[in-house]
């Protein structure tokens, strides 16, 4: 099971820190993956990062202001988020899923909005 948290109103320009925490699993064996939603939209992948940490991927729009990370010790998986435009509002989920496996587990979703 996947619990995201950290998803706020800020103000453009702002930042947020998103939480993904493993509950019954351990997140360290699974590559994982931040996505948004907004409504009417699909699902768009924005960053993921290997189970070992060393590989690391953006989305064109959010590089240089988001930043996934792993704290293995919390079961955690971060997001943070700079530099935060109305474009970046949405339902942010998590995605954690094994490397060759089509089994993956997600979370529920936050809230991020960005409005002044």
């Known amino acids: 099971q996947l619990v995201e948290s950290g998803g706020a109103l800020v103000q453009p320009g702002g930042s947020l820190r998103l939480s993904c925490a493993g509950s019954?699993?351990?997140?360290?064996?699974?590559?994982i993956a931040w996505f948004r939603q907004t409504p009417g939209k699909e699902r768009e992948g924005v960053s993921c990062i290997s189970a070992s940490g060393t590989n690391t991927k953006y989305k064109d729009s959010v590089k240089g202001r988001f930043t996934i990370s792993r704290d293995n010790a919390k079961n955690t998986v971060h997001l943070q988020m700079n530099a935060l435009n109305p474009e970046d509002a949405a339902v942010y989920y998590c995605?954690?899923?094994?490397?060759?496996?089509?089994?993956?587990?997600w979370g529920q979703g936050t809230q991020v909005t960005v409005s002044s």
């Open positions: 995605k954690a899923q094994r490397a060759g496996s089509r089994m993956a587990y």
């Open positions: 019954g699993i351990s997140l360290g064996d699974y590559a």
